[in-house]
């Protein structure tokens, strides 16, 4: 049976990407249970100079992160399909299918901003698809799915199949393999995308200062600043890879990332629970938001990283592989 040897940046992305989901996924979160629906807008809008640079620095920037490496996960899967059984797609359609499930719970029984409902819909309806297209086309279809995302003002889940197809083209050109043989060209291009990320975030700004947030080019603004920060993000982690900084970056946010869609879910029921208690979200400042997020995030990383000690996936993760090949998973099996 093949075997897909795990990436560690990967993991560390993955990682560090879902601690900005939950940061910014608290207050919407609680809102949710908040007696006053109008305290679903979030405190990093409300105009405070210290929730400014907490919204323009996290909101919508972790996500991108995230859909890339559904992307880039999903082909390394294809490839690993290939060598385990004689109908890969059909175990790869299982996969979506059961996320999709997964998706529905979190959806209808705990929050309505789950991402993972999405995620499944594009992947059954773009990404299954796309496997059987030459990487070529994958890639001319990725930029063009951004450009028209972007250019229309369609929102950040317009973004999601181009970022699919995005990482699933990086995987299969070869770049996901690649990522950990240069430090100078992440940092290159960590440079220019942060050249072009400074005049999107000013200009985003500039939008929300005064009150242009139902405009076109807020629209546009917005998902653009977050994609070129979310680049800015990947390319300083990979720089960081490189660097004597490797282990600590690998003992923090690896164990987060190998369990992502366990702590994914479980942090919304933390986070609901905390609300229920505290309430009164409305008046959450960015610094509490930050200690809720904080506190989460410790306790998921200690229950990671004693549950790896004895297993090799999350509690969630050991299902879905199950049910993606129909057997029981080996303890120290890898993918």
């Known amino acids: 049976m093949g075997r897909m040897t795990r990436l560690v940046s990967l993991d560390v992305i993955r990682g560090f990407a ?13 809102a949710s249970v908040a007696s006053d629906t109008a305290v679903a807008v979030a405190v990093t809008t409300s105009g405070s100079g210290g929730a400014d640079w907490l919204h323009l620095l996290v909101d919508l920037r972790f996500v991108p992160i995230f859909s890339l490496l559904f992307g ?8 690993s399909a290939a060598t385990r059984t ?10 979506l299918l059961v ?17 993972l409902t999405v995620y499944a819909a594009v992947g059954l309806l773009v990404l299954l698809p796309s496997t059987w297209l030459p990487r070529r086309v994958v890639a001319g279809l990725a930029v063009a799915c951004l450009a028209a995302a972007l250019l229309l003002g369609a929102g950040h889940f317009a973004l999601v199949p181009g970022l699919f197809l995005l990482g699933s083209a990086a995987t299969r050109y070869g770049v996901t ?14 440079l220019g995308l942060a050249a072009g990320a400074v005049p999107a975030l000013w200009a985003q700004a500039s939008y929300e200062r005064a009150g ?14 977050g994609l070129l920060l979310a680049g800015v993000y990947v390319c300083v982690l990979l720089v960081l890879l490189r660097s004597p900084a490797r282990p600590a970056l690998r003992a923090v946010f690896a164990p987060l990332g190998k369990l992502a869609l366990t702590n994914y879910l479980t942090a919304t029921i933390v986070v609901l629970g905390v609300a229920t208690v505290v309430g009164h979200p409305e008046r959450w400042t960015s ?49």
Not at 101 to 112: I, N, V, Y
Not at 177 to 190: F, M, V
């Open 18 to 30: 879902l601690c900005g989901i939950l940061i910014a996924n608290v207050i919407p979160i609680s």
């Open 99 to 115: 996320l999709l499930a997964f998706g529905l719970a979190h959806l209808f029984l705990l929050w309505p901003g789950d991402i």
């Open 287 to 335: 610094t509490t938001v930050l200690v809720i997020a904080g506190t989460v995030l410790a306790a998921q990383w200690l229950f990671s990283t004693l549950w790896l000690r004895h297993f090799e996936h999350g509690p969630l993760e050991w299902a879905w592989r199950w049910a993606t090949w129909l057997r029981r998973p080996a303890p120290s099996a890898v993918a």
């Open 212 to 225: 242009d947030v139902g405009t076109l080019g807020y629209r546009i603004v917005y998902p653009l600043a």
């Open 86 to 95: 004689a109908r890969p797609r059909l175990a790869l359609l299982r996969r």
């Open 177 to 190: 393999r690649r990522i950990e043989d240069s430090t100078g060209g992440p940092a290159l291009l960590a």
């Open 72 to 79: 880039v996960g999903f082909s390394l899967l294809v490839d």
